[in-house]
């Protein structure tokens, strides 16, 4: 094999290629005192060392705060121990026993903790977007696995009304 005389090309140059993960499909309550969730989160995949990095920043803890999660293993059964995202580790830690199905934890240090609903990858996007809403709605008193069975009946909207 010949040497080139063609400089390898800049990282920083127009041409580079990079990849950067999409904001998260997210939602929060805006309210402190609330139902048992802080809001919804719906990944693109079920890959939690590709969708966590960008879940975490939303969250905007600083560089050095210590990050746990904790995730339903029913759900994420091969997550990782410990995630790599830009400035740190993210520690991934699976759900005791009796813990709330379909949610994900995230304990950001200082910054905060939040109880997310994890609406599956795969939902059609205007059920995940009635269940974001409903997650979000500081007055919805329903936990995650009951928002999901409703939104599997089409009963979602009544139900998060206080009609169910």
């Not at 010949?2 to 920083?12: F, G, K, V």
């Not at 904001?23 to 989160?41: E, I, N």
């Not at 803890?61 to 091969?78: C, F, I, K």
């Not at 977007?129 to 009951?146: C, G, I, Q, V």
């Given at each position: 094999m010949e040497p080139s005389d063609t400089p390898p090309e800049d990282p920083a140059s127009p041409s580079a290629h990079s990849y950067r993960m999409p904001l998260p499909r997210l939602t929060?309550?805006?309210d402190v005192s609330?139902?048992?969730?802080?809001?919804?989160?719906w990944p693109r995949c079920d890959a939690l060392e590709l969708e966590l990095p960008?879940?975490?920043?939303?969250?905007?803890?600083d560089p050095d705060t210590t990050v746990r999660v904790t995730v339903d293993p029913a759900?994420?059964?091969?997550?990782?121990?410990?995630?790599?995202?830009p400035g740190g580790?993210?520690?991934?830690?699976?759900?005791?026993?009796?813990?709330e199905a379909h949610v994900i934890t995230l304990e950001c240090g200082t910054v905060g903790r939040w109880v997310l609903?994890?609406?599956?990858?795969?939902?059609?996007s205007g059920t995940a977007a009635r269940l974001?809403?409903?997650a979000a709605d500081p007055e919805n008193?329903?936990?995650?696995?009951?928002?999901?069975?409703?939104?599997?009946?089409?009963?979602?909207?009544?139900?998060?009304?206080?009609?169910?």
């Amino acid at each position: 094999m010949e040497p080139s005389d063609t400089p390898p090309e800049d990282p920083a140059s127009p041409s580079a290629h990079s990849y950067r993960m999409p904001l998260p499909r997210l939602t929060l309550t805006t309210d402190v005192s609330h139902g048992p969730l802080d809001g919804a989160w719906w990944p693109r995949c079920d890959a939690l060392e590709l969708e966590l990095p960008s879940l975490v920043a939303s969250l905007e803890p600083d560089p050095d705060t210590t990050v746990r999660v904790t995730v339903d293993p029913a759900e994420w059964p091969d997550s990782p121990r410990t995630v790599m995202a830009p400035g740190g580790v993210i520690a991934v830690e699976p759900a005791g026993p009796g813990s709330e199905a379909h949610v994900i934890t995230l304990e950001c240090g200082t910054v905060g903790r939040w109880v997310l609903m994890i609406v599956p990858p795969e939902e059609p996007s205007g059920t995940a977007a009635r269940l974001l809403a409903a997650a979000a709605d500081p007055e919805n008193p329903l936990t995650a696995a009951r928002m999901l069975a409703l939104a599997e009946t089409g009963r979602l909207g009544s139900a998060a009304e206080g009609a169910d």
